[in-house]
Nanobody, 126 residues
Framework: QVQLVESGGGLVQAGGSLRLSCAASGRTWSSYAMGWFRQAPGKEREFVAA????????KYADSVKGRFTISRDNGKNTVYLQMNSLKPEDTAVYYC???????????????????WGQGTQVTVSS
Protein backbone atom coordinates (compact mmCIF):
# COMPACT_ATOMS: atom_id res chain seq x y z
CA GLN A 1 0.00 0.00 0.00
CA VAL A 2 1.27 3.46 -0.92
CA GLN A 3 -0.07 6.79 0.26
CA LEU A 4 0.73 9.91 -1.74
CA VAL A 5 0.55 13.54 -0.59
CA GLU A 6 1.09 16.40 -3.03
CA SER A 7 2.20 19.89 -2.11
CA GLY A 8 3.58 23.01 -3.74
CA GLY A 9 0.59 24.24 -5.70
CA GLY A 10 -0.53 27.84 -5.69
CA LEU A 11 -1.22 30.96 -7.70
CA VAL A 12 1.45 32.21 -10.08
CA GLN A 13 1.60 34.66 -12.94
CA ALA A 14 2.12 33.50 -16.50
CA GLY A 15 5.80 32.91 -17.15
CA GLY A 16 6.46 31.99 -13.54
CA SER A 17 7.55 28.74 -11.95
CA LEU A 18 6.34 26.29 -9.33
CA ARG A 19 7.73 23.04 -7.98
CA LEU A 20 5.29 20.36 -6.97
CA SER A 21 6.28 17.61 -4.56
CA CYS A 22 4.68 14.26 -3.94
CA ALA A 23 5.69 12.49 -0.74
CA ALA A 24 5.07 8.76 -0.63
CA SER A 25 4.78 6.36 2.27
CA GLY A 26 5.81 2.73 2.09
CA ARG A 27 9.12 0.92 2.36
CA THR A 28 9.03 -0.31 -1.24
CA TRP A 29 8.32 3.05 -2.82
CA SER A 30 11.35 2.77 -5.08
CA SER A 31 9.58 -0.18 -6.75
CA TYR A 32 6.91 2.15 -8.10
CA ALA A 33 6.88 4.15 -11.28
CA MET A 34 5.43 7.61 -10.71
CA GLY A 35 3.33 9.93 -12.78
CA TRP A 36 1.89 13.43 -12.68
CA PHE A 37 -1.55 14.09 -14.13
CA ARG A 38 -3.79 17.14 -14.16
CA GLN A 39 -7.46 17.89 -14.45
CA ALA A 40 -8.93 21.23 -15.41
CA PRO A 41 -12.59 22.10 -14.72
CA GLY A 42 -14.88 20.34 -17.14
CA LYS A 43 -12.08 18.30 -18.66
CA GLU A 44 -10.82 14.77 -18.28
CA ARG A 45 -7.72 13.98 -16.28
CA GLU A 46 -4.70 14.06 -18.56
CA PHE A 47 -1.14 12.82 -18.47
CA VAL A 48 1.60 15.35 -17.73
CA ALA A 49 4.82 13.47 -16.95
CA ALA A 50 6.07 10.13 -15.68
CA UNK A 51 9.29 8.61 -14.40
CA UNK A 52 10.35 5.01 -14.03
CA UNK A 53 11.57 3.31 -10.86
CA UNK A 54 15.21 4.25 -11.17
CA UNK A 55 14.59 7.70 -12.58
CA UNK A 56 16.44 6.83 -15.75
CA UNK A 57 13.44 7.12 -18.06
CA UNK A 58 10.93 9.93 -18.28
CA LYS A 59 8.01 10.86 -20.51
CA TYR A 60 6.20 14.14 -21.01
CA ALA A 61 3.03 15.32 -22.64
CA ASP A 62 3.76 17.38 -25.74
CA SER A 63 2.11 20.38 -24.12
CA VAL A 64 4.71 20.54 -21.32
CA LYS A 65 7.89 19.32 -23.03
CA GLY A 66 10.75 21.72 -22.52
CA ARG A 67 8.93 23.50 -19.68
CA PHE A 68 8.32 20.80 -17.05
CA THR A 69 10.80 18.38 -15.49
CA ILE A 70 9.95 15.32 -13.44
CA SER A 71 12.47 13.87 -11.01
CA ARG A 72 12.55 11.60 -8.00
CA ASP A 73 14.60 11.17 -4.86
CA ASN A 74 14.20 7.58 -3.73
CA GLY A 75 16.03 8.33 -0.51
CA LYS A 76 13.37 10.89 0.40
CA ASN A 77 10.42 8.95 -1.06
CA THR A 78 9.54 12.02 -3.08
CA VAL A 79 8.83 12.81 -6.70
CA TYR A 80 8.99 16.38 -8.02
CA LEU A 81 7.52 18.29 -10.91
CA GLN A 82 9.41 21.46 -11.74
CA MET A 83 7.16 23.69 -13.81
CA ASN A 84 8.68 26.64 -15.65
CA SER A 85 7.28 29.14 -18.14
CA LEU A 86 3.79 28.47 -16.85
CA LYS A 87 0.80 29.35 -19.02
CA PRO A 88 -2.83 30.01 -18.08
CA GLU A 89 -3.74 26.73 -19.80
CA ASP A 90 -1.63 24.89 -17.21
CA THR A 91 -4.25 25.78 -14.60
CA ALA A 92 -5.60 22.55 -13.11
CA VAL A 93 -5.55 20.27 -10.12
CA TYR A 94 -2.35 18.27 -10.30
CA TYR A 95 -2.25 14.69 -9.05
CA CYS A 96 0.63 12.31 -8.53
CA UNK A 97 0.14 8.61 -9.07
CA UNK A 98 2.08 5.42 -8.48
CA UNK A 99 2.03 1.85 -9.64
CA UNK A 100 4.38 -1.14 -9.52
CA UNK A 101 3.39 -2.57 -12.89
CA UNK A 102 3.86 0.52 -15.02
CA UNK A 103 6.19 0.13 -17.98
CA UNK A 104 7.57 2.69 -20.37
CA UNK A 105 4.82 1.72 -22.78
CA UNK A 106 2.02 2.29 -20.27
CA UNK A 107 3.20 5.15 -18.10
CA UNK A 108 1.04 7.74 -19.87
CA UNK A 109 -2.22 5.89 -19.20
CA UNK A 110 -4.36 7.12 -16.33
CA UNK A 111 -6.08 3.75 -15.89
CA UNK A 112 -2.78 1.95 -15.29
CA UNK A 113 -2.09 3.67 -11.95
CA UNK A 114 -3.50 2.17 -8.76
CA UNK A 115 -2.48 4.82 -6.22
CA TRP A 116 -3.36 8.52 -6.34
CA GLY A 117 -2.82 11.56 -4.18
CA GLN A 118 -5.51 14.06 -3.26
CA GLY A 119 -4.30 16.69 -5.70
CA THR A 120 -2.91 20.21 -5.44
CA GLN A 121 -4.33 23.26 -7.22
CA VAL A 122 -2.17 25.19 -9.66
CA THR A 123 -3.58 28.47 -10.96
CA VAL A 124 -1.74 30.53 -13.56
CA SER A 125 -2.99 34.06 -14.10
CA SER A 126 -2.55 35.91 -17.38
Amino acid sequence: QVQLVESGGGLVQAGGSLRLSCAASGRTWSSYAMGWFRQAPGKEREFVAAINRSGGNTKYADSVKGRFTISRDNGKNTVYLQMNSLKPEDTAVYYCAADKRITIATMTRTAEYDYWGQGTQVTVSS
